[in-house]
């Protein structure tokens, strides 16, 4: 299998590597995807939002068929939906792939790439209306939202949440459960200045009162 990790100009750097980590934790220790790849449209090293340099393994012209895609988000997306290259990419990969993923406003690139239409999808939540407002998409606030073979995930860090729920969906808990203990991961669910009681939180925070 082939899990693919899309990246581009201005993508947010957790929302990639913070998937990145977990899934390929799955494919060193779980029997998880067999290759995981960094794939951007050119060869050149990739400069993330907060200046992290990336270089891709493979180009959109000669990455292999994907099994799994995963979309970031990223002030980069708000250029990308407007790139005929990368959409033409992302919906022809879409066609074969077992489940695309994104992450944050990646959802815009899913959508643009005409996988979101009539589905349910969340995004980080300062673009939650923004995602409302393009009609033909029921926005959930939630942190992990799946549709059939599509999934995607509210804001940066929620796409470690993302990985773990589809390592568990692919696979069981118990492996899921073997790869949270080996990256440590477990958040103590504090929140700091009790942001989630503003107005601006999303669903799926304020109900933790």
Not at 64 to 91: H, M, Y
Not at 115 to 128: E, I, K, P, Q, V
Not at 159 to 175: C, N, R, S, V
Request: aromatic fraction near 10%.
């Amino acid at each position: 299998m082939n899990f693919g990790f899309l990246i581009f100009p201005g993508l947010e750097e957790l929302d990639l590597v913070g998937p990145w980590e977990i899934i390929s934790l799955w494919s060193k220790f779980a029997q998880g995807p067999e290759k995981c790849f960094m794939v951007a449209e050119n060869p050149a090293p990739v400069i993330c939002s907060k200046g992290m340099s990336i270089n891709p393994h493979v180009t959109f012209a000669d990455c292999p068929p994907l099994d799994f895609l995963l979309v970031p988000g990223g002030e980069g997306t708000q250029r990308e939906v407007d790139n005929p290259s990368l959409i033409k990419f992302v919906a022809e990969q879409a066609r074969h792939c077992k489940a695309v993923l994104s992450v944050c406003t990646g959802t815009f690139i899913l959508h643009r790439a005409g996988l979101l239409s009539n589905r349910r999808a969340t995004t980080h939540w300062a673009s939650l209306q923004k995602l409302r407002d393009l009609g033909d998409v029921e926005v959930v606030e939630d942190r992990i939202v799946r549709d059939g073979n599509i999934w995607t995930s509210a804001g940066i860090s929620a796409g470690i949440d993302l990985a773990f729920a589809f390592i568990e969906y692919m696979t069981d808990e118990k492996t899921a459960g073997k790869i949270q203990l080996g990256a440590e991961y477990y958040p103590s669910g504090r929140s700091y200045g009790m942001m989630h009681k503003i107005p601006q939180a999303p669903e799926y925070l304020r109900k933790r009162d």
